[in-house]
């Protein structure tokens, strides 16, 4: 038996050392594009995506990290709505509102698409998302777990916004922070 729990504590060690990649560095990830999202330069229509990509490092193996892009009908860019813990660190609100690319890989790991809105009534969608974002009460507090942090801000805007229909999967963790 002692034998059998031993194999075991390596094979769980070996699995954790395998997926700590020692050549994978945040500085240098991929934040690209993933070219999920149309291009606002050609699309006339108002676009709404809620996104969702694995979590950094080990993290990644149970939760994700989310965040919204939206593009306003006729508009050429998209503006992106992020919670992100780091930027506390360096002094500043941890939520962003910016100009951004909409569809960025979460440093090197491909979001996917949680939930999609367009073409007619996404303006007044984004408008709420819009409002909502400027009055999430947790601007400048981030905690990794239980929250606040980006589940957090996605469940928030849910929950301002029902008409969004988003519904976060469990792997957002922070998400019940608002409940």
């Known amino acids: 038996m002692k034998s059998l729990k031993l194999l075991a504590a390596f094979v769980l060690i070996g699995l954790i050392l395998s997926n700590c990649s020692f050549d994978k560095d945040w500085r240098t990830a991929s934040r690209e594009s993933a070219g999920i999202a149309p291009q606002p330069s050609v699309t006339n229509e108002a676009i709404l995506h809620i996104y969702g990509a694995k979590a950094w490092g080990w993290r990644g193996w149970f939760a994700i990290h989310t965040?919204?892009?939206?593009?306003?009908?006729?508009?050429?860019?998209?503006?992106?709505?992020?919670?992100?813990?780091?930027?506390?660190?360096?002094?500043?609100?941890v939520l962003r509102i910016t100009q951004d690319i909409p569809d960025r890989y979460w440093?090197?790991?491909?979001?996917?698409?949680?939930?999609?809105?367009?073409?007619?009534?996404?303006?007044?969608?984004?408008?709420?998302?819009?409002?909502?974002?400027h009055a999430y009460p947790w601007k400048t507090t981030y905690k990794t777990f239980p929250g606040p942090n980006s589940n957090t801000f996605s469940a928030w805007i849910a929950k301002q916004v029902p008409e969004l229909e988003l519904d976060l999967p469990c792997s957002a963790i922070g998400s019940g922070y608002v409940d």
């Open 67 to 93: 965040w919204i892009a939206a593009k306003r009908t006729g508009e050429t860019s998209y503006t992106v709505y992020d919670v992100v813990g780091w930027r506390k660190n360096r002094g500043q609100p």
């Open 107 to 133: 440093y090197g790991e491909k979001p996917r698409i949680l939930k999609e809105h367009r073409g007619t009534g996404v303006d007044e969608l984004i408008d709420a998302v819009d409002k909502a974002a």
